[in-house]
């Protein structure tokens, strides 16, 4: 399989803490992004980072992107508890064509 | 901008009857994505579109399984004599394509499928 995988699995932390979830995937890729899932729902695209760069933000969310290591990390800065969802890294094949979600981090942000 | 739209929101049915999804994608986007997805679990990529063209099915992909675009708007996506593995939720995502992929796709809020 080329789907990615998340770390931890599940996060739990206080309101005002900040949040970090790594993902770590097997191909090369021509980007890679972040999304948010609330139960129930579809996705929701977060940030896009390309395989060129390194490090990217925007707002509360930090994304870096190490591809020597085959792998990122999303940090979100002082968590709220509207911040409590599942979030996925998805990594884009060269061709641009396909995703590949990871198995998602399940964040509990504690009011 | 209304988004995309999945229809229904949650399907029961019996093992081996055939059920179809739909797709309505955001009107300019000529990609369209399926996808399915289990309890905590990934999106598992299923087939795309560009246009009305089918470009690509996983190898995953069961021949139970089709999808269709006709005229490269929306898309429904056939499950012929469902089984119990085929419980999951179908997630719909399109994005526009400028070439390279840099785009992010925007989800529907799928179709829950539950076998009885």
């Known amino acids: 399989s080329q789907q990615g995988e998340e770390d931890p699995q599940a996060l739990s932390i206080q309101e005002g803490e900040n949040a970090t979830m790594n993902c770590s995937y097997k191909t090369s890729i021509n980007n890679l992004q972040w999304y948010r899932q609330n139960s129930g729902r579809g996705l929701v695209h977060l940030i896009l980072i390309r395989s060129n760069e390194r490090e990217k933000h925007s707002g509360r969310l930090r994304v870096t992107l190490d591809t020597s290591k085959k792998s990122s990390s999303l940090l979100i800065t002082a968590s709220r508890a509207a911040d409590t969802a599942s979030y996925f890294c998805?990594?884009?094949?060269?061709?641009?064509?396909?995703?590949?979600f990871g198995t998602g981090t399940s964040l509990t942000v504690i009011p | 901008d209304t988004g995309v739209s999945q229809n229904p929101r949650h399907k029961i049915t019996k093992r081996g009857q055939n059920v179809t999804f739909r797709c309505d994608p955001i009107s300019e986007h000529n990609r369209l994505y399926w996808y399915r997805q289990t309890l905590g679990q990934g999106p598992e990529f299923l087939t795309y579109?560009?246009?009305?063209?089918?470009?690509?099915k996983s190898r995953l992909l069961s021949d139970r399984f089709s999808a269709e675009r006709p005229k490269g708007s929306f898309s429904t996506l056939e499950i012929q004599r469902t089984e119990q593995g085929d419980s999951a939720m179908y997630l719909c995502?399109?994005?526009?394509?400028?070439?390279?992929?840099?785009?992010?796709?925007?989800f529907g809020d799928g179709t829950r499928l539950s076998i009885l």
């Open positions: 998805a990594t884009v094949t060269n061709t641009g064509n396909q995703f590949y």
């Open positions: 579109f560009q246009n009305e063209a089918q470009l690509e």
């Open positions: 995502a399109s994005s526009p394509w400028t070439g390279g992929g840099n785009q992010p796709q925007h």
